[in-house]
């Protein structure tokens, strides 16, 4: 029923920087957490950052004091601002989203294709 799309990804040298996007469309009628997990070849699917309908974040610490999350509710899009990029951060970079499509109606997960980030040497 609801779908995401993330952006922004492509082939950066370390110590550069990117910005991911993720646009939720489909029938929503609300948004709980927005998050950004990300999978690196050979490694399992592992949580980056995560931000609640309030702005509360939470990040992993290997990217804490280097990357951003943020929100736009009005455009149901989450943000992922990475700087200082390592080439340890080269991963498909995917979107997760926790959302009503009623009041009161159970909260349902939804996760998107994914973005590639790669950091070169």
């Known amino acids: 029923q609801v779908q995401l799309v993330e952006s922004g990804g492509g082939l950066v040298q370390p110590g550069g920087s990117l910005r991911l996007s993720c646009v939720a469309s489909?029938?929503?009628?609300?948004?709980?957490?927005m998050g950004w997990y990300r999978q690196a070849p050979g490694k399992q699917r592992k949580l980056v950052a995560i931000?609640?309908?309030?702005?509360?974040?939470n990040y992993a610490d290997s990217v804490k004091g280097r990357f951003t999350i943020s929100r736009d509710n009005a455009k149901n899009t989450v943000y992922l601002q990475m700087n200082s990029l390592k080439p340890e951060d080269t991963a498909v970079y995917v979107c997760?989203?926790?959302?009503?499509?009623?009041?009161?109606?159970?909260?349902?997960?939804?996760w998107g294709q994914g973005t590639l980030v790669t950091v070169s040497s």
């Open positions: 997760n989203a926790l959302y009503q499509s009623g009041p009161g109606n159970s909260w349902l997960e939804v």
């Open positions: 489909g029938r929503i009628f609300s948004i709980n957490h």
């Open positions: 931000i609640s309908s309030g702005g509360s974040t």
